[in-house]
């Protein structure tokens, strides 16, 4: 028992150890939606001589007539972005690197309520999986006690099962609030075409993680608790068995010793070593008071 307990605690606390990684990393990375934005191509310039548009001339003197043969998506290109909880990056076109703007800033006013929302709930989703995690080390550590270790399942369990439910509304904020900045967001930010990102599998993953730790807790409290219980039953129906056997045996030694008569009575008697205590003792006397005594 002690050892399938402890090796249902390891997997917990593995399952919990996991979750907790996940949503870390999706909370502090840029990568829950990535995809590209569609916008004008830049002149073309001494850094930048592709993807971008030639006039031919000298874009600097003010009295040339600048032509550009490109028309349509021609004049347009496709740069990737991708953004997180905090922030948004997308690529720079007019030099290398990237440049990232607050996604607080770019979602719609009306939204921003439930994007902050959001944060605290996967701020309070972290911090319970800590709770929790902290919880199932105490429990393993402390299994030669049964009792305590069952309460400390039981509260782990239910702080799991709390960050879970955290985890899974916060996420699904998220999502609504980037799929309406899409659609209301800055001009020159929207995207083009966009998917989600290996930051929100991290995210879902963490949360499925999470859920399988809270059942397994769960399991591991309801199969401790049945085996208590049946062990308890077992020795309380083993005890009754060994009292009637006792009573029965006791039963045989004093009608023996009535049967006797005063003499056997009254007689310095060896009781059965199962028999002898103060209660049998008890008896002996009073049956020789009764029976012997005028």
Same mark, same amino acid.
């Given at each position: 028992?002690?050892?399938?307990?402890?090796?249902?605690?390891?997997?917990?606390?593995?399952?919990?150890?996991?979750?907790?990684?996940?949503?870390?990393?999706?909370?502090?990375?840029?990568?829950?939606?990535?995809?590209?934005?569609?916008?004008?191509?830049?002149?073309?310039?001494?850094?930048?001589?592709?993807?971008? %548009?030639?006039?031919?001339?000298?874009?600097? /003197?003010?009295?040339?007539?600048?032509? !550009?043969?490109?028309?349509?998506?021609?004049?347009?290109?496709?740069?990737?972005?991708?953004?997180?909880?905090?922030?948004?990056?997308?690529?720079? $076109?007019?030099?290398?690197?990237?440049?990232?703007?607050?996604? %607080?800033?770019?979602?719609?006013?009306?939204?921003?309520?439930?994007?902050?929302?959001?944060?605290?709930?996967?701020?309070?989703?972290?911090?319970?999986?800590?709770?929790?995690?902290?919880?199932?080390?105490?429990? &393993?550590?402390?299994? !030669?006690?049964?009792? /305590?270790?069952?309460?400390?399942?039981?509260?782990?369990?239910?702080? @799991?099962?709390?960050?879970?439910?955290?985890?899974?509304?916060?996420?699904?904020?998220? @999502?609504?609030?980037?799929? %309406?900045?899409?659609? &209301?967001?800055?001009? /020159?930010?929207?995207?083009?075409?966009?998917?989600?990102?290996?930051?929100?599998?991290?995210?879902?993953? !963490?949360?499925?993680?999470?859920?399988?730790?809270?059942?397994?807790?769960?399991?591991?409290?309801?199969? @401790?608790?049945?085996?208590?219980?049946?062990?308890?039953?077992?020795?309380?129906?083993?005890?009754?068995?060994?009292?009637?056997?006792?009573?029965?045996?006791?039963?045989?030694?004093?009608? /023996?010793?009535?049967?006797?008569?005063?003499?056997?009575?009254?007689?310095?008697?060896?009781?059965?070593?199962?028999?002898? !205590? %103060?209660?049998?003792?008890? $008896?002996?006397?009073?049956?020789?008071?009764?029976?012997?005594?005028?």
């Amino acid at each position: 028992m002690k050892t399938t307990r402890k090796c249902r605690a390891l997997l917990s606390v593995g399952l919990n150890l996991v979750a907790l990684f996940f949503s870390t990393t999706a909370f502090i990375t840029t990568y829950w939606c990535e995809g590209t934005q569609r916008v004008p191509k830049p002149n073309c310039s001494k850094q930048r001589h592709h993807n971008c %548009i030639d006039y031919g001339v000298n874009e600097t /003197d003010q009295n040339k007539v600048h032509y !550009s043969w490109e028309t349509g998506d021609d004049r347009f290109l496709f740069r990737r972005f991708h953004t997180g909880i905090w922030y948004s990056c997308e690529e720079n $076109i007019h030099e290398s690197g990237e440049k990232c703007r607050s996604f %607080i800033d770019l979602a719609p006013a009306s939204e921003r309520g439930v994007l902050w929302l959001s944060v605290v709930s996967e701020v309070l989703y972290i911090l319970l999986l800590v709770v929790g995690f902290s919880l199932m080390c105490l429990e &393993l550590f402390h299994s !030669s006690n049964v009792i /305590d270790g069952l309460k400390l399942n039981a509260f782990a369990a239910v702080f @799991t099962v709390l960050s879970g439910l955290l985890g899974m509304v916060a996420h699904m904020m998220y @999502t609504q609030v980037f799929q %309406i900045t899409v659609s &209301l967001g800055p001009e /020159d930010w929207r995207p083009h075409s966009w998917d989600y990102g290996w930051s929100f599998c991290m995210a879902w993953g !963490s949360f499925t993680c999470c859920m399988a730790a809270s059942v397994t807790t769960l399991n591991s409290y309801t199969k @401790t608790v049945i085996e208590f219980r049946h062990k308890r039953k077992l020795f309380e129906q083993g005890l009754r068995e060994e009292q009637n056997y006792l009573d029965q045996e006791a039963f045989h030694y004093f009608r /023996d010793l009535v049967h006797g008569g005063c003499d056997r009575l009254g007689s310095r008697h060896q009781y059965p070593p199962r028999l002898s !205590s %103060i209660y049998v003792q008890a $008896i002996h006397l009073y049956l020789l008071k009764k029976h012997c005594q005028p």
